[in-house]
């Protein structure tokens, strides 16, 4: 019933209208980080996996570097807003156009003035001529600072803060697939060896067969038949071993590229009997309305649907004016030895105001743009929010068919065994025939290897209901599998 309240809840939150879940994007929750849950498997070399996947994972590695340019980004993006200061020296040879500003200024006679250097710009050249060519030295300092009247850039910055987090959000979402296939594939691999450990026990029990089969029919009290069935038997057994260790090796290969090296590497850490561990009786009867919000991809989702909004922000605010304050100071003057005098000084300094009048639709097709990716933010957080409650409750409810069946094949495994014995017993005496051994002897093996086959799957349904909850679950209790 709390699961189904929770659900609720859940759908409640993706039904409501996009302006809604733009406002509650405004504050991001903070996701939990991807736990070690993988210690409760109390396993030394599952964690070590985990260890070094989470350090050398190539794919993890390159998620990491999505968050550094997320981060190198909300660092461009906060200088929007902040003054600019440049200084510059420049150095240039000159000439003023008889056919330009001059001829504006009129001509004079040559006088005194021209060769006493007061007239730089030629206006007491001869006429049609051009002045003289001469130096002009400039240094100084430059300033300006659009002033964030309409919060344009504060816009700027929430929405490349809000990337920054998606973006973090995103590698511990990488993070937290990641250690989910590892544990998997280790998981699938202990089984395969377990598969192989029951195989190569019903060889030692049927070549056990065989021999008694064999001398039975030597002493006359059976038919050449039963030593056949035996020795078929055995061999169909000797058969499955080199396609499980094949497949082992695929397993140990696969581990090795999720740990970032190359295959064969891990054989040394592999090797050895490390029975799983499955949680037993820990899967809860319903989960806070919360719970799945800590999933990283939510969290994601909603830094997604933040940077949507304040882009709609930093568009809108295009529309109004933009007031500059500009400014220089610096010393300019046609001679470098008199560029430091006091007299070489010059400034400029006033606000400019800029009002977009017409843009040809630009500033209208950015807004419309910005919308409609505000409202798909908010259609992908709808979307990732039901399949994180769907995952949820699938995961749980496969957790616990799992943790079912267990019993019933620990039973099916204790009786199979019974039977086994009493059939090797009877034959012995004489009182049964190969056959009943045989098929004794196959209920067995077929149920030690679903048993297996179903500790391995209550295991990965544990790893699967972790995953779907974000890593944060933990269980009570405890059963060392067989």
């Not at 026990?201 to 049927?206: A, L, P, R, T």
């Not at 056949?228 to 057994?237: M, N, V």
């Not at 933009?322 to 220089?328: A, K, Q, R």
Request: net charge neutral.
């Amino acid at each position: 019933m709390g699961m189904r309240i929770t659900s609720l809840l859940a759908m409640a939150l993706c039904l409501a209208p996009v302006s809604t879940l733009a406002v509650a994007a405004e504050a991001v929750p903070a996701a939990a980080p991807p736990a070690a849950w993988w210690e409760g498997f109390a396993d030394p070399v599952l964690s070590s996996l985990e260890q070094r996947a989470l350090a050398q994972n190539l794919d993890l590695a390159m998620t990491a570097q999505q968050v550094m340019t997320a981060r190198a980004a909300l660092r461009i993006a906060g200088a929007k807003g902040l003054p600019t200061v440049g200084a510059s020296a420049s150095y240039d040879r000159e000439q003023a156009s008889a056919q330009g500003i001059l001829s504006l200024l009129g001509t004079q006679s040559p006088s005194t003035t021209s060769a006493s250097g007061a007239d730089p710009f030629g206006s007491t050249a001869a006429t049609g001529t051009g002045g003289p060519a001469f130096n002009l030295y400039q240094a100084g300092i430059d300033a300006s600072w659009e002033i964030d009247l309409w919060g344009k850039a504060r816009a700027a910055r929430r929405a490349a803060r809000a990337d920054m987090l998606a973006a973090a959000y995103g590698h511990d979402a990488a993070a937290l697939a990641l250690g989910a296939e590892v544990a998997r594939s280790y998981l699938a691999l202990r089984g395969l060896e377990q598969t192989i450990a029951i195989t190569r026990e019903g060889i030692d029990v049927v070549s056990r067969g065989f021999e008694i089969a064999r001398r039975r029919e030597s002493e006359g009290a059976v038919s050449h038949m039963d030593g056949a069935q035996a020795q078929a038997d055995l061999q169909a057994y000797r058969a499955r071993l080199p396609e499980l260790e094949q497949q082992r090796q695929v397993l140990a290969n696969a581990l090795a590229l999720l740990t970032g090296q190359m295959p064969h590497t891990l054989d040394a850490l592999l090797a050895g009997n490390h029975p799983t561990t499955v949680w037993q009786n820990a899967v809860p009867d319903s989960l806070p309305a919360d719970i799945a919000r800590q999933r990283p991809d939510i969290a994601a989702a909603e830094a997604s649907l933040q940077a949507a909004g304040a882009r709609v922000r930093e568009a809108k605010a295009d529309f109004y004016p933009t007031l500059s304050l500009t400014g220089s100071a610096g010393l300019q003057s046609v001679s470098l030895a008199d560029l430091p005098e006091w007299g070489a000084r010059q400034f400029i300094v006033g606000p400019t105001v800029h009002l977009p009048f017409f843009a040809g639709g630009a500033l209208k097709g950015h807004l419309e743009l910005t919308r409609a990716q505000e409202r798909r933010a908010a259609l992908a957080y709808r979307q990732t929010v039901l399949k994180a409650w769907g995952e949820v409750d699938d995961a749980m409810g496969e957790a616990r068919a799992r943790q079912r069946a267990l019993v019933a094949l620990d039973a099916a495994v204790a009786a199979s065994q019974d039977a086994a014995r009493v059939a090797r017993n009877r034959y012995r005496e004489g009182a049964a025939s190969y056959v009943d051994v045989l098929l004794a002897q196959r209920g067995l093996l077929a149920n030690q290897l679903q048993l297996a086959q179903g500790q391995t799957q209550a295991a990965t349904a544990i790893v699967a209901l972790h995953n779907a909850l974000g890593g944060g679950w933990k269980a009570p209790a405890k059963l060392a599998a067989k």
